[in-house]
């Protein structure tokens, strides 16, 4: 009867925190609302890509970053700590073949030609680090709106990494099997797991190489089977074959998912998706239950350890009213800017006064209360919740969410006492 | 440097420039049009897109109304595509003074529009989000009107009929031989070539900004720029235009405009028309004096914010074209040879955009006198190009296009339905496309996620037509970026917010935008 722990969120922070405490024996219960940000994401793993110039190692640059941003979310977790939630995430994302070091940032490529820092990837993408020069074969398909090939290599052309080594790029663009048109990153998945279009795929690729001795591709090489797909499409083309990630959706971030949710299924946990946290109970200064909005009725659910990893405003843990006033959405937790401006900038491409928004925590993650005391003993914040960092902008996010939903977990114990 | 002759030149491509573009073309006269960014950038493509049937004139600018209500019939005629054909509604909500009401039928009676009372409960059974405490409400014939298919269709039909039709060329001088006008030198914004066009005469429709050209020829126009605010709603609220039937004030009427409600609007001087910010409290003050027509109004979603100038012209002004107009919204021909003694050059100040077919038709008038040659006016007849078939526009037409499409045709905006074969027919009309060119003929970039998933696929595929070289893509794309966030950064809260948040998500996070090669 009831479960040890409750997690509220679904994204990488929830995942992760609700995998540490069922691998530590707890009956875990993930609720959340929607899907989170994990299906759209890119999957590949960012710790610290820019502070504001090109950081070459991330774990060994996060001291000199969090002196300029003391409230940044990385003040609450130890490097070796950082280290361990990315060494344990390897080693449960094997896999599918996720590789990498928190010492190093590799260089991957854009959609748009950008050579990107960020730490562990997928073995689909492993081949696209182009820290010491490569040159690319760029694979556009055509009809595939989220994918332009030209446009990718001749940016990616121009692209300089620190060593100094050249980077070549040339585009092509094939049709799949029968020219489809209008193609949704969902359906070409689906087809590029038929082996008589991925034969058909990886023959034309051959004919077009030329001197090349990399191909990228758009990030749809299957979904269930991505491994196998992307492993013939090598042996096809005879070269290394590499996935850039596109716009939302995003298959490498819904492979992901599926398997961190298989993974918990497997140690016993649940995800119950369309459950919003919509309040609480509390005893004392703990939270004995948070109330969930079901079709027919409010049900509660009691738990012994609860962790908040809804995320800021993108996924609406938080939300914004036209007053200016922000709030936490189960909890009423503290909302903080973490030192962003209070007014916009005219200049997109700036700290913006949304940018650093999150919960305020104690040093043990727990959310602060309007008065400044922590709010409850056993709650926990994770992740994109927490205030102070602009992940997408210093290439960070799911470096806090695995190290803070690691931290979560540690924190919270294991099973019930 | 390019030399082109012509009789008239026209400075402003907004609805004025257009309208007096298509009259002239009309009548025989060669027009070179010039703008100093694309075609309806300034008033025209920041308003909210009220087709008016003249009752928000009809009490206290009745000349106004009259004219509202007799161009509101000939636009229908000949401008159908350009028209929604919404109808409006004049209510009295609870803070109205119900006196007034009896005033505003009067009036707008006596302006010759068609008004007719209905039952509250009828008002109510049609719009079923109005607010149920209204205690009169009147039928009128507003619509909405889409300024860029107007004014494209205006320059296009001018075209047609060997107009000469140039964007993006900035008036740098006006040519003055002694007492008069001979033309102006522009300068191309894009390449910076300058291109001089002699001229028999000068026509200045540069409505808010025509204090600014008229200057370049020594004369003064008092224009003053009133800034008005809009805020578009993520989508239609009502079926009819809603406004307040009371003395016209700020944020009285609600719009519907293809796929969104646009409320409108305020009205502050502005010394620069080219002010276009937008404060969190203007934006605040629509979103609480919506609620007055549609209750709940301040929750629903907004998508983006914009303000244009409005050319309004003191009564004081002279003028010796048209006559004198009692009224500030009505619009002024200013002939400068008679007013100020510089001949050769006419400015067509005030009005407003329902009037835009009468006051060119005033504007070329005056023209055609000063020239000594020209025909009758013809536009109250003369159907616009792809108006033809008479049918109006309707909230369903794109969705119907689209099912009509080739399976092969891919919609590259989602929020708008506009397809590849829509991009392609559009850019093949003239060469130097902006992103932001082009969200104005398709709409690309104006619904919920405000470019952040289609201004890359525009991007992408233009590169790849050879329409954009590598850095004009990557600049493309960042200036329109840029330009989106204008409009949105003032709407923090709520699902738009959230809707910002995926977008940088987007830009910083997949494509790591700032970080491209320049």
């Known amino acids: ?417 | 440097m390019t030399t082109l002759d012509t009789d008239v030149l026209v400075i402003g491509g907004g609805s004025t420039g257009a309208g007096v573009a298509w009259d002239s073309a009309l009548r025989g006269l060669h027009v070179t049009l010039v703008d100093r960014q694309d075609f309806a950038t300034g008033t025209s493509g920041r308003f909210h897109g009220l087709l008016h049937s003249g009752g928000r004139y009809a009490v206290k600018d009745p000349g106004s109304a009259r004219e509202c209500a007799a161009e509101n019939r000939i636009l229908r005629q000949v401008a159908a595509d350009c028209i929604e054909d919404t109808g409006g509604l004049f209510v009295s909500t609870p803070e109205d003074d119900l006196e007034y009401a009896d005033r505003f039928l009067a009036a707008a009676r006596g302006a010759g529009m068609e008004v007719e009372e209905v039952p509250v409960g009828a008002a109510l059974r049609d719009e079923p989000r109005l607010n149920p405490r209204i205690r009169r409400a009147f039928r009128v014939q507003d619509g909405s009107i889409d300024s860029w298919k107007m004014i494209s269709a205006l320059l296009r039909g001018a075209q047609a009929h060997g107009a000469t039709v140039l964007p993006y060329h900035k008036v740098v001088k006006v040519i003055r031989q002694e007492d008069r006008v001979e033309g102006a030198v522009m300068e191309d914004q894009r390449t910076g070539e300058e291109v001089r066009v002699n001229a028999g005469c000068v026509v200045n429709a540069a409505g808010a900004w025509s204090g600014q050209v008229a200057e370049l020829a020594g004369c003064e126009v008092g224009v003053r720029p009133g800034k008005g605010v809009m805020v578009a709603i993520n989508h239609r609220l009502a079926r009819a235009v809603l406004n307040r039937c009371h003395r016209p004030s700020d944020g009285d009427i609600i719009v519907p405009v293809r796929t969104v409600s646009v409320i409108g609007t305020t009205d502050h001087p502005v010394a620069d028309p080219d002010d276009t910010e937008c404060s969190p409290e203007e934006v605040h003050q629509m979103m609480e004096a919506g609620e007055l027509l549609v209750p709940g109004f301040r929750e629903s979603r907004a998508l983006r914010v914009w303000s244009g100038s409005r050319p309004l012209l003191p009564r004081t002004q002279g003028s010796a074209g048209v006559g004198d107009r009692e009224v500030s919204r009505s619009h002024t021909v200013l002939d400068h040879g008679a007013r100020d003694g510089v001949e050769g050059l006419v400015t067509i100040a005030g009005g407003k955009f329902t009037t835009l077919r009468l006051m060119a038709e005033d504007t070329v008038d005056v023209v055609v006198r000063k020239l000594g040659r020209g025909a009758e006016c013809r536009t109250r007849s003369e159907v616009l190009p792809g108006s033809e078939s008479h049918h109006f526009y309707w909230i369903g037409n794109r969705q119907q296009e689209a099912e009509a499409d080739p399976p092969d045709d891919p919609l590259i905006c989602e929020c708008e339905l506009v397809s590849r074969h829509d991009l392609d027919t559009v850019v093949a009309r003239r060469p130097n496309w902006r992103l932001d060119d082009i969200r104005r003929a398709l709409r690309v970039g104006m619904g919920p996620c405000q470019g952040g998933f289609c201004a890359f696929r525009v991007a992408g595929m233009l590169h790849q037509d050879g329409r954009y070289g590598r850095a004009e893509a990557n600049s493309a794309l960042r200036e329109f970026v840029q330009e989106r966030w204008k409009g949105v950064k003032v709407i923090s809260w709520g699902a738009q917010a959230r809707q910002t948040r995926l977008d940088r998500w987007i830009f910083e996070g997949v494509y790591d935008l700032e970080h491209l090669p320049e």
């Open chain 1, 1 to 417: 009867m009831g479960t040890d722990a409750v997690v509220m969120g679904a994204g990488t922070a929830g995942m992760v925190a609700a995998l540490r405490l069922a691998a530590a024996g707890a009956s875990v219960l993930v609720l959340a609302e929607g899907e989170g940000g994990l299906p759209l994401a890119p999957a590949q793993i960012d710790v610290l890509g820019y502070r504001p110039q090109l950081v070459l190692d991330p774990l060994g640059e996060l001291g000199g970053f969090l002196e300029s941003r003391p409230d940044h979310p990385y003040r609450l977790v130890e490097a070796a700590e950082v280290e361990a939630s990315l060494d344990w995430f390897l080693e449960l994302a094997a896999p599918l073949g996720y590789t990498g070091s928190p010492r190093l940032n590799r260089l991957q490529p854009t959609a748009l030609g950008a050579l990107r820092p960020t730490c562990l990837v997928p073995q689909t993408m492993a081949a696209g680090d182009l820290r010491g020069g490569g040159s690319v074969l760029v694979v556009g398909l055509k009809g595939f709106r989220d994918f332009h090939a030209p446009l990718l290599a001749e940016n990616l052309a121009l692209a300089r990494p620190p060593s100094g080594a050249e980077v070549r790029a040339r585009a092509v663009e094939v049709s799949l099997l029968g020219d489809p048109r209008d193609l949704r990153p969902q359906l070409l998945v689906r087809r590029l797991e038929e082996r008589p279009v991925l034969a058909e795929l990886g023959r034309e690729i051959r004919s077009r190489l030329e001197q090349e001795d990399l191909v990228g591709v758009p990030a749809v090489l299957g979904l269930e089977r991505s491994h196998e797909v992307w492993q013939r499409l090598q042996e096809l083309v005879g070269r290394p074959v590499f996935e850039i990630p596109t716009a939302p959706p995003s298959q490498p971030g819904q492979r992901l998912q599926q398997h961190l949710f298989r993974a918990l299924r497997r140690l016993g946990g649940e995800v119950r998706l369309g459950a919003r946290a919509s309040g609480y109970r509390a005893r004392g200064d703990r939270l004995a239950a948070v109330k969930v909005v079901t079709a027919a009725r409010e049900v509660e659910i009691p738990a012994a350890r609860f962790v908040l990893a809804t995320g800021g405003i993108g996924t609406g843990g938080i939300t914004a009213g036209p007053e200016g006033e922000l709030r936490e959405e189960v909890f009423g937790a503290r909302v903080s800017r973490g030192g962003a401006p209070e007014e916009p900038l005219l200049e997109y491409l700036a700290t913006q006064p949304l940018d650093r928004l999150g919960v305020e925590v104690d040093d043990e993650q727990r959310p602060l209360g309007g008065g400044g005391g922590v709010l409850f003993e056993n709650l926990w914040a994770a992740g994109a919740a927490l205030a102070g960092a602009e992940p997408w902008r210093e290439k960070s996010g799911e470096g806090i969410s695995l190290a803070t939903g690691y931290r979560a977990a540690r924190l919270a114990g294991g099973a019930r006492p």
